[in-house]
């Protein structure tokens, strides 16, 4: 009996040799050549995995962080041990060429088959030149400054040894006392989807193989910004209608435009954790819209499972993950520590190993990684390229677009080159707040601009001093402010948030300017000098005290690198603000939920003929909000005539043409955001009141007039109702085209499905 010492490393080489591998595809070519077609890369997949172990499988299915960066609980940092012993496929946290060249060395070195590392990173908004956070960059509603600002993101992480981002985040969220609406593109489904394709051409480019472009991750899958009572991590429960119309449509989408990657959320979606939730994983990510790259769990959501009450032990947890169709665990150690004897059980088929091996195998020849695993080390030109002059220009670029202009009573902005300014406030002389979270390698101090130093290099006329902390309630200082206002001819207030009170684990119960920031604006406002407010947050806040104590209220956001600069633009005019709200303003916290697009229910209020008492309102605040989805206004005015459609019935193989004339009406040159809603009157399920279908961003010289053209299709109007799917029903559409959402109705279509 022949040996299996001497039979299996034969079979080996016949397999080897069958397999029409040369050992050379994986040796390091002075020149990479990435395989050039489909068939290439499925031949070179295969030769590979017919040499791997189990093990090596495995390896590739465990993304392990390095000691830096630590975004969640610690499990453990050995992660030198799995790299060295083939157990590692890819690493978070590691960035600077020099530092990835050398953990890449160590795999294609010091491992068998020196399979190489990918290396990934929250590059959310910007990687050392950091652009307002998303929800602030997506109020400029500018795709191809968004594409730009991304773009810029994955030249500067790629130099420094980067292959993927875990961006963009493309949850829609409703609810402002969840920290995380800081990250996404705000609260519309349509919206959402433009923005967060725009990011995803700008981090991908149109070719893997560059060495400039990296992965995307659309994140988090799914529905994580409907968590309950907007508490992070907490439990999401929506019918399959809501999932399907409002959170899904941008992952689809993205799937549609060839995401490299996915990573599944924190929570539950109906009873079952999104990371072990086959429905979401297989039958819609996989069978319905045929993604065909890897999904990576989130941070250790695969043993969160656990705690949800869903998995009775980690090893149960990895099948229920893997099952379901996880191919790669973020730092929970399961996939390392537990798969092995889930195969040999037979609760996890190798099989099924081996499709997963072969999805991010396949991203990493397309990126190059085997024929050069240091083609992203770019040591000698890190200098050069990190916030350089034209990417600090575009940064402030991105600000100046990003900010919303919600008050500007007697035109008190922009303000004149001479204006003897107070400037107050807790975040006036702030760098450290001012590019936000998720700020990867941005730094703080010393680069990014506060307002001050943005005032200074304007050589404005101002006197500054704190007044108050963010969120202490020291007193100390209010005489002080109150002097300098004193003597002032405006008092301009740069207010709000730090950074840390939006973003991951930041939920709030009380959506107000934090500490003693209200009081401070109440003393200053005795002094009856003019008054501007500058807001840097990452939430929608609570703003009804400030819209009736101040003159001019500039949402900011927290603007980034050249966030300081941008704003002073705004309020000298160097730049008419332009930008719109992509998340409503509540009138008050108790509100929440409340969008732009509510459901109309059986009583409206507020409508003619509706009952005082007995409709859908509130007895102790109105249902409006403060400010509405779409708004924001402009140093100029904009005056929007009558749309003319050019037919009056659509059917599916037809569209209208809704077209309208915009006038610049006022005294500054400016941009505005024109959008287009529609209404579903009828449907076979409630439709939402309205729902943005389009949007154009026009410049407009002053007294300038443009006409603007929408193209309606029937795709547009389809929605989905459960077990039919995305479906088209006949029947009446009214519109308006204007610049928020928050307007009447003035024109109407028919839709019938065509007779021909
Ligand atoms: C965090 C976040 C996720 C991020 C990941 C890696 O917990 O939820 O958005 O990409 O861990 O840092």
Same mark, same amino acid.
């Given at each position: 009996?022949?040996?299996?010492?001497?039979?299996?490393?034969?079979?080996?080489?016949?397999?080897?040799?069958?397999?029409?591998?040369?050992?050379?595809?994986?040796?390091?070519?002075?020149?990479?050549?990435?395989?050039?077609?489909?068939?290439?890369?499925?031949?070179?997949?295969?030769?590979?995995?017919?040499?791997?172990?189990?093990?090596?499988?495995?390896?590739?299915?465990?993304?392990?962080?390095?000691?830096?960066?630590?975004?969640?609980?610690?499990?453990?940092?050995?992660?030198?041990?799995?790299?060295?012993?083939?157990?590692?496929?890819?690493?978070?946290?590691?960035?600077?060429?020099?530092?990835?060249?050398?953990?890449?060395?160590?795999?294609?070195?010091?491992?068998?088959?020196?399979?190489?590392?990918?290396?990934?990173?929250?590059?959310?908004?910007?990687?050392?030149?950091?652009?307002?956070?998303?929800?602030?960059?997506?109020?400029?509603?500018?795709?191809?400054?968004?594409?730009?600002?991304?773009?810029?993101?994955?030249?500067?992480?790629?130099?420094?040894?980067?292959?993927?981002?875990?961006?963009?985040?493309?949850?829609?969220?409703?609810?402002?006392?969840?920290?995380?609406?800081?990250?996404?593109?705000?609260?519309?489904?349509?919206?959402?989807?433009?923005?967060?394709?725009?990011?995803?051409?700008?981090?991908?480019?149109?070719?893997?193989?560059?060495?400039?472009?990296?992965?995307?991750?659309?994140?988090?899958?799914?529905?994580?910004?409907?968590?309950?009572?907007?508490?992070?991590?907490?439990?999401?429960?929506?019918?399959?209608?809501?999932?399907?119309?409002?959170?899904?449509?941008?992952?689809?989408?993205?799937?549609?435009?060839?995401?490299?990657?996915?990573?599944?959320?924190?929570?539950?979606?109906?009873?079952?954790?999104?990371?072990?939730?086959?429905?979401?994983?297989?039958?819609?990510?996989?069978?319905?819209?045929?993604?065909?790259?890897?999904?990576?769990?989130?941070?250790?959501?695969?043993?969160?499972?656990?705690?949800?009450?869903?998995?009775?032990?980690?090893?149960?947890?990895?099948?229920?993950?893997?099952?379901?169709?996880?191919?790669?665990?973020?730092?929970?150690?399961?996939?390392?520590?537990?798969?092995?004897?889930?195969?040999?059980?037979?609760?996890?088929?190798?099989?099924?190993?081996?499709?997963?091996?072969?999805?991010?195998?396949?991203?990493?020849?397309?990126?190059?990684?085997?024929?050069?695993?240091?083609?992203?080390?770019?040591?000698?030109?890190?200098?050069?390229?990190?916030?350089?002059?034209?990417?600090?220009?575009?940064?402030?670029?991105?600000?100046?677009?990003?900010? /919303? $202009?919600?008050?500007?009573?007697?035109?008190?902005?922009?303000?004149? %080159?001479? *204006?003897? =300014?107070? @400037?107050? +406030?807790?975040?006036?002389?702030?760098?450290?707040?001012?590019?936000?979270?998720?700020?990867?390698?941005?730094?703080?101090?010393?680069?990014?601009?506060?307002?001050?130093?943005?005032?200074?290099?304007?050589?404005?006329?101002?006197?500054?001093?704190?007044?108050?902390?963010?969120?202490?309630?020291?007193?100390?200082?209010?005489?002080?402010?109150?002097?300098?206002?004193?003597?002032?001819?405006?008092?301009?207030? /740069? $207010?709000?948030?730090?950074?840390?009170?939006?973003?991951?684990?930041? %939920?709030? *119960?009380? =959506?107000? @300017?934090? +500490?003693?920031?209200?009081?401070?604006?109440?003393?200053?406002?005795?002094?009856?000098?003019?008054?501007?407010?500058?807001?840097?947050?990452?939430?929608?806040?609570?703003?009804?005290?400030?819209?009736?104590?101040?003159?001019?209220?500039?949402?900011?956001?927290?603007?980034?690198?050249?966030?300081?600069?941008?704003?002073?633009?705004?309020?000298?005019?160097?730049?008419?603000?332009?930008?719109?709200?992509?998340?409503?303003?509540?009138?008050?916290?108790?509100?929440?939920?409340?969008?732009?697009?509510?459901?109309?229910?059986?009583?409206?209020?507020?409508?003619?003929?509706?009952?005082?008492?007995?409709?859908?309102?509130?007895?102790?605040?109105?249902?409006?909000?403060?400010?509405?989805?779409?708004?924001?206004?402009?140093?100029?005015?904009?005056?929007?005539?009558?749309?003319?459609?050019?037919?009056?019935?659509?059917?599916?193989?037809?569209?209208?043409?809704?077209?309208?004339?915009?006038?610049?009406?006022?005294?500054?040159?400016?941009?505005?955001?024109?959008?287009?809603?529609?209404?579903?009157?009828?449907?076979?399920?409630?439709?939402?009141?309205?729902?943005?279908?389009?949007?154009?961003?026009?410049?407009?010289?002053?007294?300038?007039?443009?006409?603007?053209?929408?193209?309606?299709?029937?795709?547009?109007?389809?929605?989905?109702?459960?077990?039919?799917?995305?479906?088209?029903?006949?029947?009446?559409?009214?519109?308006?085209?204007?610049?928020?959402?928050?307007?009447?109705?003035?024109?109407?279509?028919?839709?019938?499905?065509?007779?021909?």
């Amino acid at each position: 009996m022949v040996s299996k010492k001497i039979i299996y490393p034969f079979l080996l080489v016949v397999i080897f040799c069958l397999s029409g591998f040369s050992y050379s595809e994986f040796s390091i070519k002075p020149k990479y050549s990435v395989p050039n077609n489909d068939e290439d890369l499925n031949r070179r997949v295969d030769s590979l995995m017919a040499l791997m172990t189990l093990k090596e499988k495995i390896g590739q299915t465990v993304l392990y962080t390095t000691q830096f960066d630590i975004t969640g609980p610690s499990i453990d940092d050995n992660y030198l041990d799995y790299l060295r012993e083939g157990s590692l496929g890819a690493m978070f946290n590691a960035t600077g060429s020099a530092f990835t060249r050398k953990l890449q060395k160590i795999a294609v070195e010091e491992t068998r088959l020196g399979i190489p590392l990918l290396f990934g990173y929250d590059v959310i908004h910007g990687y050392k030149t950091i652009f307002p956070i998303p929800m602030g960059e997506a109020s400029s509603w500018d795709l191809e400054l968004i594409e730009k600002s991304a773009r810029i993101s994955a030249i500067e992480a790629s130099v420094e040894g980067l292959h993927w981002t875990f961006a963009p985040m493309v949850d829609v969220a409703r609810d402002p006392r969840w920290g995380r609406i800081s990250e996404g593109a705000g609260e519309d489904t349509f919206l959402c989807t433009k923005i967060s394709e725009a990011r995803v051409r700008g981090f991908q480019g149109d070719d893997l193989s560059q060495d400039n472009t990296i992965l995307a991750c659309a994140k988090h899958y799914a529905a994580y910004g409907a968590a309950q009572a907007g508490r992070d991590y907490h439990t999401v429960d929506i019918s399959e209608n809501t999932l399907r119309n409002v959170y899904l449509p941008p992952f689809e989408a993205l799937v549609k435009q060839g995401v490299a990657t996915f990573m599944t959320s924190f929570n539950e979606v109906n009873g079952v954790p999104a990371t072990g939730n086959k429905y979401l994983l297989k039958d819609i990510l996989r069978d319905e819209w045929n993604f065909d790259g890897f999904v990576v769990t989130d941070y250790t959501s695969i043993n969160e499972m656990v705690h949800h009450g869903y998995a009775k032990d980690l090893k149960h947890a990895g099948e229920l993950a893997f099952n379901a169709g996880v191919d790669m665990d973020m730092q929970g150690g399961v996939y390392l520590n537990e798969m092995e004897k889930s195969i040999e059980e037979g609760t996890i088929s190798e099989t099924q190993l081996n499709q997963s091996v072969r999805s991010i195998l396949k991203l990493k020849f397309k990126l190059g990684l085997f024929d050069d695993p240091y083609r992203y080390c770019h040591e000698d030109q890190e200098k050069e390229i990190i916030l350089s002059k034209e990417h600090l220009q575009i940064a402030r670029e991105v600000a100046q677009k990003s900010i /919303v $202009l919600l008050k500007n009573d007697d035109k008190i902005l922009p303000l004149k %080159s001479d *204006t003897k =300014i107070a @400037l107050i +406030g807790p975040l006036a002389d702030d760098e450290f707040n001012i590019i936000g979270n998720w700020t990867a390698r941005g730094d703080r101090d010393g680069v990014a601009v506060s307002v001050k130093e943005g005032l200074e290099a304007r050589n404005s006329n101002f006197t500054f001093t704190k007044g108050c902390e963010i969120s202490s309630d020291s007193r100390s200082d209010i005489a002080n402010a109150l002097e300098i206002a004193a003597t002032s001819d405006v008092v301009v207030m /740069v $207010l709000g948030e730090s950074e840390r009170m939006s973003g991951e684990a930041a %939920s709030r *119960t009380n =959506i107000k @300017l934090p +500490g003693i920031q209200q009081e401070l604006i109440k003393e200053i406002k005795k002094t009856g000098k003019p008054l501007v407010i500058v807001l840097m947050n990452g939430r929608p806040l609570d703003l009804s005290l400030e819209s009736e104590q101040v003159d001019a209220i500039v949402e900011a956001w927290f603007p980034g690198t050249s966030g300081g600069h941008a704003i002073v633009d705004v309020l000298f005019g160097d730049y008419n603000p332009s930008g719109k709200l992509t998340v409503t303003f509540p009138m008050t916290i108790g509100q929440i939920p409340i969008h732009y697009n509510m459901k109309n229910t059986g009583r409206p209020a507020y409508i003619k003929g509706a009952n005082e008492r007995y409709s859908s309102k509130y007895i102790d605040a109105p249902n409006k909000p403060l400010y509405p989805f779409g708004f924001g206004l402009s140093y100029t005015t904009f005056e929007y005539g009558s749309i003319s459609l050019d037919r009056e019935t659509l059917s599916e193989n037809t569209t209208i043409n809704a077209s309208i004339e915009v006038k610049n009406t006022g005294e500054y040159d400016g941009e505005e955001i024109i959008q287009l809603y529609i209404k579903d009157v009828i449907g076979s399920i409630t439709r939402p009141t309205k729902e943005l279908k389009g949007f154009k961003k026009i410049f407009l010289k002053k007294g300038e007039s443009k006409t603007v053209i929408f193209e309606i299709a029937a795709e547009d109007l389809k929605f989905y109702k459960n077990k039919s799917g995305f479906i088209n029903e006949e029947g009446k559409y009214e519109m308006f085209i204007a610049g928020n959402s928050d307007h009447e109705f003035t024109d109407s279509f028919n839709f019938i499905f065509s007779k021909i």
